[in-house]
């Protein structure tokens, strides 16, 4: 016998307050990356600092990513349909991988540009910045943290792959602008190439950044298993209930934010179909009200013969 049940007032609710608090989020940052981006322009050029002008373009394109990540959400949260009856959430994957590929692309140029820049002995020829870029570059430091910090506390909260993705890319600007920061202090010391080494670490880190958002979105794009911890609290959830004998299988796999469980169970076969189905129910609200992250839960009773 199989249990499905799939509470949809809960999902309702869930799925609502995902987006309110998804938007909610993305809208501040998109209004903070504005701001900081025609400040760190308007003291890029005043102060004569091409780091600090880069470093805002950078900002300028957080606004883009950030977009991607309301459409990526708002795709994701829509409820199931005919065509799609497993519902939407692997749409947010999508939208992590974009921001990771666009991560990687962030960090592959300021890499190259590095690199160009060691290579290049014409220092001399460079204009020293103005103290007015060093002042943004640390204002943008302090912001951009902020954002990363903020965005990484609801991207735990509400388990947003996509916003995960979105405040990475809000570090990689506040590493941006501490290599931009270490730039504006070494030509101001007479050290140009500082800013070069500097981007070089900082291309690093923004790289392996990129492929771990790129590798858990995939991983939750094509049905990899939960943790093992969460497979044994399921298990353990399961074999707590008197009526169940055996476990005889246990599956689960993740979609996009959410999980799907198949387990499959023993109980005393001479029990009445009722009964059998009263079990498999209890199991499944058990199950369901432990781990709110579980989407579908599927529950297959065996007749087991007592001796």
Known sequence: MK?????????????????????????????????????????????????????????????????VVIIGIEFASKQPDKEHPYGHERL???????????????????????????????????EVPGILALIAAIISIISKESMYWYTRYYAKKIDSSALMADAWHHRSDAFSSIGALIGIVGARLGFPMMD?????????FIIKAAFDIFKDAMNKMVDHACDEEIEKQ????????????????????????KMYVDAEIQADAS??????????????????????????IMIHVNPKQKI
């Not at 938007?23 to 600092?49: F, P, Q």
């Not at 990687?104 to 540009?113: K, P, Q, R, S």
């Not at 009722?274 to 992250?293: G, M, S, W």
């Open 3 to 67: 249990k499905q049940k799939d509470s949809i007032n809960m999902k309702n609710i869930h799925n609502d307050d995902f987006q309110k608090i998804a938007n909610k989020v993305s809208l501040i940052t998109i209004i903070g990356n504005i701001i900081l981006s025609i400040v760190k322009l308007v003291a890029g050029i005043v102060a004569h600092s091409h780091a600090m002008i880069s470093d805002a373009v950078h900002s300028a394109s957080d606004v883009f990513s950030t977009f």
């Open 196 to 204: 070069s080494i500097a981007s070089l670490a900082i291309f690093i």
């Open 234 to 257: 399921i298990y353990n959830c399961i074999i707590n209930n008197d009526d169940v004998l055996n476990i005889d299988l246990l599956q689960t796999r993740i979609f996009g934010n």
């Open 92 to 126: 947010e994957c999508v939208a992590a991988i974009i921001l990771a590929m666009v991560l990687f692309v962030t960090g592959f140029i300021i890499g190259i540009e590095a690199l160009k820049s060691i290579s290049n002995n014409h220092y001399n020829a460079l």
């Open 271 to 296: 029990y009445t179909l009722q009964q059998a189905h009263d079990i498999a129910e209890t199991v499944h609200n058990d199950i369901e009200l432990k781990f709110p992250k579980i989407k579908h």
